[in-house]
């Protein structure tokens, strides 16, 4: 990947905080957040004996491990994965870390009856970019067993809309995309402008929607300057299309610069599945099983209040 004289005086000022993330590649990253909850303290007061006492019973030993799992934050991680992107410039490594952080807002959404689950269109999104095809079916089955309020409305349509272009309906794509609404921000007016435009077979209006994305991304990110690096979402969106709408993904300028990431929208294509790049991580059973495998997360019933 080529690098500016200013996109080198962002990454050199990232180097200098020291972060160990940085240093980290994908397993070593989840190795190390694994190895800290053997350090938690059992202290009354702890999350886990929050939601012990408050939410669940009955877990068992590894269930509440899996809760003081604290892998990045989405914020940390994009900026990691943005990082590692650029001055590595691998893009295997970059879907793998997509892939890893969609499958922990999975996790994440299962184990907390807090979750907003109308921001699943963002997790959906990272699978959809990195080629992860059971960690977008895994969260679209969470989606629609969901029958909560929620506490975003204007979030919903959007996510129904990404479930939509996922299974390849039209019919579904229009009737979500009648719903959106005006309140949200700049970012997601962008976001909806493109899906707008795949709804009614609009090329151009896609690429304005997928441009407005790209412009306000770091806005949407509170100005950060390296998690805006490169916008996973746009990624995301555009591997759907070329499926969804040959048409709008022709019109919309692929070969551009950051934060559209040109080389890895041309590498992922020789990518299937990700899932045989996961299996090769060399994790504890614990973790491998809802990280890697997916495998259902049998957790005792809930004691929360209903809404």
């Known amino acids: 990947m080529k690098i500016s004289k200013p996109l080198q005086k962002v990454l050199d000022e990232i180097a200098q905080s020291d972060s160990l993330w940085l240093k980290m590649n994908p397993q070593a990253l989840l190795l190390h957040q694994w190895a800290e909850t053997e350090q938690m303290p059992s202290d009354p007061f702890d999350i886990d004996v929050l939601l012990r006492q408050g939410l669940y019973s009955e877990c068992t030993e590894a269930q509440w491990r899996l809760v003081r799992f604290k892998f990045p934050d989405l914020l940390a991680l994009n900026e990691v994965a943005a990082y590692r992107r650029i001055t590595g410039d691998s893009p295997l490594e970059y879907a793998i870390l997509m892939s890893l952080s969609a499958r922990a807002e999975w996790i994440a959404a299962k184990i907390n009856w807090r979750y907003e689950r109308e921001t699943l269109w963002g997790p959906l999104m990272l699978a959809s970019a990195s080629h992860d095809r059971l960690a977008t079916q895994r969260l679209v089955d ?32 229009s009737a979500a995309t009648d719903k959106f609404r005006k309140s949200v921000g700049s970012y997601l007016k962008g976001l909806q402008a493109a899906l707008v435009g795949i709804a009614n077979n609009h090329p151009a209006n896609f690429s304005d929607g997928m441009q407005q994305m790209l412009k306000q991304f770091r806005g949407y990110l ?42 890895y929208s041309e590498a992922i294509r020789n990518l299937s599945d990700i899932q045989p790049e996961l299996a090769q991580l060399d994790l504890p059973e614990d973790l491998r099983k809802p990280l890697i495998s997916m495998e259902a997360l049998d957790w005792p019933p809930d004691n929360r209040p209903k809404k």
Not at 145 to 173: F, G, M, R, S, Y
Not at 226 to 245: C, Y
């Open 222 to 263: 509170f100005n950060e300057k390296t998690s805006a690096l490169i916008n996973p979402h746009a990624q995301g969106l555009f591997e759907l299309v070329r499926v969804f709408s040959p048409e709008c993904a022709a019109a919309f300028d692929a070969q551009q610069g950051l934060p559209w990431d040109a080389e």
């Open 142 to 173: 969470h989606w629609k067993v969901w029958t909560d309020k929620p506490d975003n409305p204007a979030l919903v349509p959007i996510t129904e809309a990404i479930v939509a272009l996922i299974e390849n309906n039209p019919a579904e794509l």
